[in-house]
């Protein structure tokens, strides 16, 4: 990443946040490098403005983040019902469906979200396509139970083509294991139009566990360039 890269992260985040987070809310804290920016903000405004917030982590990382920014941290258990939930995206398109999921984390995001009243994506302009796939190259990434691993690469493949690999650590030897315990797939796919219908069908191979695929979920996404203007896309 570039620091022009990071001007638009920054741009979005903090656009973001000043327009959507108010004193007294439930807010659900996505993962990724975007989101540490969000957070930063929020923790600043909360030093002026006592913002007193319940925040939901989305991943063991920002169960750090809200924590190490004197955040105050909640769960689903105590706070199932959440007012907004602002998170980062690897590709969103004109519609605001995103494939999520790149840094590892999307099972957790997804519950987070379902649980939200409004998601807000925040991203810089890189991630900001008119077609699911044309900018992230590295596949949808789908998380599956270990032991089911090899069987579902292959039903992906035989059911849409294209590649299914396993995610493979690089300061590890073996395979990525997420924040539930579980392996990734990242399926490299070719022209796929009808993402609702793929999304389903992916969930039906048992030991796929949850997709990357975030489809009609999102309120607005902020999209920040290296001039640091702020682009807001909503439905
Ligand atoms: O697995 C990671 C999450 O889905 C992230 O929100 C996504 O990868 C975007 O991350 P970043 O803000 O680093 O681009």
């Not at 920040?224 to 439905?235: A, E, N, Q, Y």
């Amino acid at each position: 990443m570039t620091d022009r890269d990071q001007i638009g992260k920054i741009a979005a985040a903090t656009q973001a946040v000043n327009e959507n987070v108010k004193a007294g809310q439930i807010v659900g804290i996505g993962s990724g490098s975007t989101i540490v920016f969000a957070v930063k903000r929020i923790a600043e405004r909360n030093k002026t403005e006592n913002l007193n917030l319940i925040c939901i982590p989305t991943s063991f990382q920002a169960r750090q983040l809200i924590q190490d920014n004197g955040l105050i941290l909640g769960s689903l258990e105590t706070n199932p019902e959440i007012d907004i939930a602002i998170d980062g995206a690897d590709e969103v398109d004109g519609d605001i469906n995103l494939i999520k999921g790149g840094g590892g984390c999307l099972m957790q995001e997804k519950i987070i979200a379902s649980c939200a009243k409004e998601l807000f994506i925040i991203a810089d302009n890189r991630k900001d396509s008119t077609t699911l796939g044309t900018t992230w190259t590295k596949g949808v990434p789908i998380e599956v139970l270990p032991m089911a691993y090899r069987p579902v690469q292959l039903k992906i493949e035989q059911i849409f083509g294209g590649e299914a690999k396993l995610r493979m650590a690089s300061n590890k030897a073996g395979p990525v294991v997420t924040d539930n315990g579980n392996f990734l797939i990242d399926w490299i796919f070719d022209g796929v139009q009808d993402w609702h219908q793929v999304d389903s069908q992916l969930k039906g191979i048992p030991g796929v566990i949850e997709t990357g695929l975030f489809l009609n979920m999102t309120k607005a996404a902020y999209f920040g360039s290296p001039d640091g203007k702020v682009i807001v896309r909503t439905k």
